[in-house]
């Protein structure tokens, strides 16, 4: 399978502690996007990459989150201290950025649950 | 800012009835305009896209249509199928300015056989 993969699947903390979730895209793929959705509404965007660069963060990642794509490839999606607001799935998607490639194709989540 | 809306937020068919979901966006420079299936458990799936220089796009069984003037968009299955049922999401986004999406809150879809 030469999809968007995401590891781990599901996730259980307890509150304050640090998580990282990892997002393998599409081989050839240069843009890379976090999104993460609650229960009952649509993804909302956090960042994403363009390469290794990180052009793009959405206000609602606060400083506990940060984002890394270090060798343009994998990225890694870290959140310290978390909190129990912090529950939800957090989905990756990547894309080439020609037009008319630049369909974003999703991995299949990595669900949180903060305790 | 920006902003997808998306009704209905339940829709129930018989299967082989026609099945529609609207969304309107307010950024007028949004050119792109995908539609997601996600079953439970799972990531989105594209189903259908469409860009801001066409009024009409169709695939089978799934077309969808774009007003740039009302900035609405909408997606129309017909013979719709139990295997349709799931939340769909509607999106927008520009996607020569990094791309990323802004998603409506989806529409959960049922077809009763």
């Known amino acids: 399978d030469t999809g968007v993969s995401q590891d781990p699947r599901h996730k259980i903390t307890k509150r304050g502690q640090n998580v990282t979730f990892r997002c393998d895209p599409i081989?050839?793929?240069?843009?890379l996007y976090w999104y993460r959705q609650t229960l009952g509404q649509g993804p909302e965007f956090l960042t994403y990459?363009?390469?290794?660069?990180?052009?793009?963060k959405s206000r609602l990642l606060s400083d506990r989150f940060s984002a890394e794509r270090p060798k343009g490839s994998f990225s890694t999606l870290e959140i310290q201290r978390t909190e129990q607001g912090d529950s939800a799935m957090y989905l990756c998607?990547?894309?080439?950025?020609?037009?008319?490639?630049?369909?974003?194709?999703f991995g299949p989540g990595t669900r949180l649950l903060v305790l | 800012g920006e902003n997808v809306e998306q009704h209905p937020s339940t829709l129930s068919v018989q299967e082989g009835d026609s099945a529609v979901i609207k969304c309107t966006y307010s950024d007028s420079a949004s050119n792109y305009f995908p539609w997601y299936k996600q079953e439970l458990g799972k990531g989105p799936q594209l189903i259908i896209d469409i860009r801001s220089n066409v009024g009409e796009k169709k695939d089978q069984r799934i077309a969808v249509t774009l007003n740039k003037t009302a900035k609405h968009f909408s997606l129309h299955i017909t013979e719709t199928q139990p295997e349709d049922s799931a939340v769909y999401f509607c999106?927008?986004?520009?996607?020569?300015?990094?791309?990323?999406?802004?998603f409506g809150q989806g529409t959960e879809l049922s077809v009763k056989p």
């Open positions: 081989s050839e793929h240069n843009r």
């Open positions: 990459f363009q390469n290794e660069a990180q052009l793009e």
């Open positions: 999106a927008a986004s520009r996607y020569n300015q990094g791309g990323k999406l802004i």
């Open positions: 998607a990547s894309s080439l950025d020609v037009f008319p490639k630049e369909t974003q194709y």
